[in-house]
C-alpha cells in the first residue's frame, strides 16, 4: 500500500489550502483514513481522522471550525480543506491508513498508532 500526498505550499494567514492524499494497492474496506501534523521541534500530533463511511469525523480542537475531512472512496482518497490558517498551522502533514477493517470508529484513532500506513508528508508553511 502507498500513501501519495499533495497540495502543500505557502500560504499567507487567514488563507486556504487543500491537501489530498491517494493510496494505492490492497486496500481495505471499512477503513479509517486521517491526517497528522509536525511542526519543527514538536512530536507528531493529530489533526483529523474519518471511517470508511465519510459520516463521522474526528478533529483536534486546535483546528475544529477551520478544516474539514472528506474522503472519495471511489478514488481512495482523502482530503483536508483547511481555512483560516494560522502560522501555528504550519508543519508537515501526514496522511495515515488504517490496513484493517474496523470495528467500531472511535477515538482510538486520534493515536496514530492505530495506522499502518503512512505518505511521505506534505509541506504547509503559513507565513506573512
Known amino acids: 500500500v502507498q500513501l501519495q500526498a499533495s497540495g502543500g505550499g505557502l500560504i499567507q494567514p487567514g488563507g486556504s489550502l487543500k491537501l489530498s492524499c491517494a493510496a494505492s494497492?490492497?486496500?481495505?474496506?471499512?477503513?479509517?483514513m486521517g491526517w497528522f501534523r509536525q511542526a519543527p521541534g514538536k512530536e507528531r500530533e493529530f489533526v483529523a481522522t474519518?471511517?470508511?463511511?465519510?459520516?463521522?469525523?474526528i478533529y483536534a480542537e486546535s483546528v475544529k471550525g477551520r478544516f474539514t475531512i472528506s474522503r472519495n472512496n471511489a478514488r481512495n482518497t482523502v482530503y483536508l480543506q483547511m481555512n483560516s490558517l494560522k502560522p501555528e498551522d504550519t508543519a508537515v502533514y501526514y496522511c495515515?491508513?488504517?490496513?484493517?477493517?474496523?470495528?467500531?470508529?472511535?477515538?482510538?484513532?486520534?493515536?496514530?498508532?492505530?495506522?499502518?500506513?503512512w505518505g511521505q508528508g506534505t509541506q504547509v508553511t503559513v507565513s506573512s
Open positions: 474519518i471511517k470508511w463511511s465519510g459520516d463521522s469525523t
Open positions: 494497492g490492497r486496500i481495505y474496506s471499512r477503513n479509517v
Open positions: 495515515a491508513l488504517t490496513g484493517r477493517s474496523y470495528v467500531s470508529f472511535s477515538d482510538d484513532y486520534t493515536s496514530g498508532a492505530n495506522y499502518d500506513y
